[in-house]
């Protein structure tokens, strides 16, 4: 995995990285380079620091401490050299470089009339490795199959961050794209078109358009662009059949995925919550599984023996306007699909 | 006979040395024009097109006749040759490795040289007011090298030939 995103990184960065042992650089999947502060690194869940001679410790005292040099150097390298061209992205406050990596930013923003209009002195980076994972849904897809329509249902994936959405949703693009149904009533029956919007380039890694990842070969990607509009200029011009947009929560997201599902699409959707309970208490959320636009949630929770998911069929909390009655009948529904729940473990956690 | 042979030697020596000197003079202003068309057009790509930088430097390149163009086609693969990782050695590099070619002299590059140390590394604005300081500089330095050229041009025409002139009469 570091030698995935090796290139990215100063001389000095990258020989001390390279001194970890190899298992460790498999599964590296965060670089945490803060300015004049000790490099963390995060693998499997956890997070140490990068001692100078390439030991990891949970204390931070005698770590490598990266300079301003070495900072302004990384910089130059993930802006492709162009700062200038970067405004949209420092906006958002991450870069996503060929390969899907997504590079998270801190540092002074700049205000213009109270909105941020990007950041400036940039002293923190978040590298984050991404990964394909082929076959991470081979679990989940047979529960989520619509019999009637041959296609999937709409589901809502719900998790914190670092638990594996994206990768979930990039392989149910693949696989339905592909027609690879994994179950035996679902076998033989054919690929689906699917659409896409990747407004940050995690899911295809487009680059100068074309995805990077195999997200298969009915597969429509609009990169870089704003989720609500995509999923509407896609409805319009690509027809798809599953639309898949990973963490959405604004209130014109919600609208969008209601023209669409109201337009027979299926959709394939993930949000930052860590359960149910928790999503319901976003208002945007809320009103969705209220209107039945998802039939199943998906909450999923990365363990010790891999990622776990739970499958709740979005119906039984709906229309549940009181927080107690809802959480009380959400413990029930939890309780019920126990025996439903899914287990996989990940090829490469 | 020999005689005669050495003087007209003499005299196209003197001539073309007198006429290469001149042409040192007209071809200063010429790539100063050329230097500063290439930055209008890295200009405009930068700060209208948008365009990230190693590119920009190519299509600068491929509208920049010869020696200029090798400046900015180095700089633009430099940045992935050499292991420092930072826009401006690169850009220096190229600078300090091509300037031998061109006619022009340390003015210029020092200009161009504070330029490269300030590229990409801001917002769109910052870079185009970069960039046009640096045109000032040189449309300053163009304005001097005409002078030169205007007076010194002629000059050293005339020079040449007077000198190898002068060396045929003391021959003889």
């Given at each position: 995995m570091l030698a995935r995103v090796a290139h990215l990184l100063p001389l000095e960065l990258k020989t001390l990285l390279e001194r970890l042992p190899e298992s460790m650089?498999?599964?590296?999947?965060?670089?945490?380079?803060?300015?004049?502060?000790?490099?963390?690194?995060?693998?499997?869940?956890?997070?140490?620091?990068?001692?100078?001679?390439?030991s990891l410790r949970q204390a931070a005292d005698g770590a490598y401490k990266p300079s301003a040099d070495t900072c302004r150097k990384l910089l130059e390298r993930i802006t492709n050299y162009s700062l200038y061209a970067m405004e949209e992205e420092l906006r958002r406050g991450f870069i996503t470089v060929s390969g899907g990596h997504r590079i998270g930013l801190a540092g002074r923003t700049i205000l213009d009339g109270?909105?941020?209009?990007?950041?400036?002195?940039?002293?923190?980076?978040?590298?984050?490795?991404?990964?394909?994972?082929?076959?991470?849904?081979?679990?989940?897809?047979?529960?989520?199959?619509?019999?009637?329509?041959?296609?999937?249902?709409?589901?809502?994936?719900?998790?914190?961050?670092?638990?594996?959405?994206?990768?979930?949703?990039?392989?149910?693009?693949?696989?339905?794209?592909?027609?690879?149904?994994?179950?035996?009533?679902?076998?033989?029956?054919?690929?689906?078109?699917?659409?896409?919007?990747?407004?940050?380039?995690?899911?295809?890694?487009?680059?100068?358009?074309?995805?990077?990842?195999?997200?298969?070969?009915?597969?429509?990607?609009?990169?870089?662009?704003?989720?609500?509009?995509?999923?509407?200029?896609?409805?319009?011009?690509?027809?798809?059949?599953?639309?898949?947009a990973d963490e959405i929560g604004r209130p014109e997201d919600a609208e969008a995925i209601r023209e669409a599902s109201h337009a027979g699409i299926s959709i394939v959707a993930t949000a930052h919550a860590y359960d149910l309970q928790d999503a319901r208490g976003r208002p945007v959320l809320q009103k969705l599984l209220d209107e039945g636009a998802f039939k199943y949630v998906v909450e999923l929770r990365r363990t010790e023996q891999g990622i776990m998911h739970r499958v709740v069929p979005a119906e039984s909390v709906i229309g549940r306007t009181s927080s107690r009655e809802a959480s009380a009948l959400q413990r029930l529904a939890s309780e019920s699909v126990h025996a439903l729940a899914g287990r996989h473990r990940a090829d490469d956690p | 006979m020999i005689k005669l042979l050495g003087a007209v030697l003499v005299l196209f020596a003197g001539t073309m040395i007198g006429f290469q000197q001149a042409a040192k003079f007209a071809e200063r202003p010429r790539q100063l024009r050329q230097l500063a068309h290439a930055l209008q057009r890295l200009?405009?790509?930068?700060?209208?097109?948008?365009?990230?930088?190693?590119?920009?430097?190519?299509?600068?390149?491929?509208?920049?006749?010869?020696?200029?163009?090798?400046?900015?086609?180095?700089?633009?693969?430099?940045?992935?040759?050499?292991?420092?990782?930072?826009?401006?050695?690169?850009?220096?590099?190229?600078?300090?490795?091509?300037?031998?070619?061109?006619?022009?002299?340390?003015?210029?590059?020092?200009?161009?040289?504070?330029?490269?140390?300030?590229?990409?590394?801001?917002?769109?604005?910052?870079?185009?007011?970069?960039?046009?300081?640096?045109?000032?500089?040189?449309?300053?330095?163009?304005?001097?090298?005409?002078?030169?050229?205007?007076?010194?041009?002629?000059?050293?025409?005339?020079l040449g030939i007077l000198i190898a002139v002068l060396v045929v009469i003391l021959m003889v």
């Open positions: 650089q498999e599964q590296l999947e965060e670089i945490r380079i803060r300015e004049g502060r000790p490099l963390e690194i995060g693998f499997r869940g956890q997070s140490r620091f990068m001692m100078m001679d390439g109270g909105v941020v209009r990007g950041i400036r002195d940039i002293g923190a980076f978040n590298i984050r490795v991404a990964r394909e994972v082929i076959g991470a849904s081979a679990h989940l897809l047979p529960k989520l199959i619509d019999r009637t329509r041959k296609t999937l249902h709409s589901t809502l994936i719900l998790a914190p961050p670092q638990q594996g959405k994206t990768t979930l949703i990039r392989d149910i693009a693949r696989s339905v794209s592909y027609g690879l149904w994994p179950s035996l009533e679902s076998s033989g029956w054919q690929g689906r078109k699917v659409g896409i919007v990747d407004e940050r380039s995690e899911i295809a890694a487009c680059v100068r358009g074309i995805p990077t990842f195999d997200v298969g070969p009915r597969t429509d990607v609009m990169d870089a662009c704003p989720k609500a509009e995509g999923m509407m200029m896609l409805v319009r011009s690509m027809s798809p059949e599953v639309l898949i | 200009e405009t790509e930068i700060g209208y097109g948008h365009t990230p930088l190693p590119e920009a430097l190519e299509r600068t390149a491929s509208a920049t006749p010869e020696p200029l163009a090798a400046i900015f086609r180095k700089a633009a693969n430099g940045i992935w040759e050499t292991e420092s990782f930072s826009f401006s050695d690169s850009w220096e590099q190229a600078i300090n490795e091509n300037w031998e070619s061109t006619s022009m002299r340390k003015n210029e590059q020092s200009v161009l040289i504070r330029l490269g140390s300030t590229l990409g590394i801001s917002d769109k604005e910052d870079q185009m007011k970069h960039i046009h300081l640096a045109l000032l500089q040189l449309k300053a330095e163009e304005d001097a090298a005409r002078d030169d050229q205007g007076r010194y041009e002629k000059m050293w025409k005339s």
